[in-house]
């Protein structure tokens, strides 16, 4: 595949793909702790299933996507250095930018719990800065 992949619909599709199969993924996986704790384990099982065969999904639609950008921080990824500057960049944006902002927003409508989580996360993206810049560096 040409540079022009990456300004297609394909790509695009691509990677909305990507983004909806990963918060699938997750969603699955949260919904599978709720009804083992219920006790359902026939429908524990199925969303098990689900889950395992979403992360292929993800997986399938980043092996064509990495060739290219990351979707999520358009950043070129492909080996171990390269995938540790496109997340690093994600972390940065999430600590320095997103989290930051969000935990504002929340204060400002009166949801301090709310906020208290984005700080949570912020706090969190920051030590995920911190270890990835270093992880940069080991080759």
């Given at each position: 595949?040409?540079?022009?992949?990456?300004?297609?619909?394909?790509?695009?599709?691509?990677?909305?793909?990507?983004?909806?199969?990963?918060?699938?993924?997750?969603?699955?996986?949260?919904?599978?702790?709720?009804?083992?704790?219920?006790?359902?384990?026939?429908i524990?099982?199925?969303?098990?299933?689900?889950?395992?065969?979403?992360?292929?999904?993800?997986?399938?639609?980043?092996?064509?996507?990495r060739?290219?950008?990351?979707?999520?921080?358009?950043?070129?990824?492909?080996?171990?250095?390269?995938?540790?500057?496109?997340?690093?960049?994600?972390?940065?944006?999430?600590?320095?930018?997103n989290?930051?902002?969000?935990?504002?927003?929340?204060?400002?409508?009166?949801?301090?719990?709310?906020?208290?989580?984005?700080?949570?996360?912020?706090?969190?993206?920051?030590?995920?800065?911190?270890?990835?810049?270093e992880?940069?560096?080991?080759?």
């Amino acid at each position: 595949m040409d540079k022009s992949f990456e300004s297609s619909q394909t790509f695009e599709n691509l990677r909305k793909a990507f983004e909806e199969e990963a918060t699938l993924f997750f969603r699955y996986k949260y919904f599978q702790v709720i009804a083992d704790y219920e006790g359902l384990d026939k429908i524990r099982k199925i969303l098990k299933d689900f889950s395992d065969g979403s992360i292929d999904n993800v997986h399938g639609s980043l092996d064509f996507l990495r060739n290219f950008k990351d979707p999520a921080s358009n950043v070129p990824i492909g080996n171990t250095q390269q995938n540790i500057k496109s997340i690093l960049q994600t972390e940065i944006e999430q600590s320095s930018m997103n989290f930051p902002q969000m935990a504002k927003v929340a204060r400002d409508e009166g949801f301090s719990d709310v906020a208290s989580w984005f700080d949570t996360l912020e706090k969190l993206k920051r030590s995920h800065v911190a270890t990835l810049n270093e992880l940069k560096e080991d080759k």
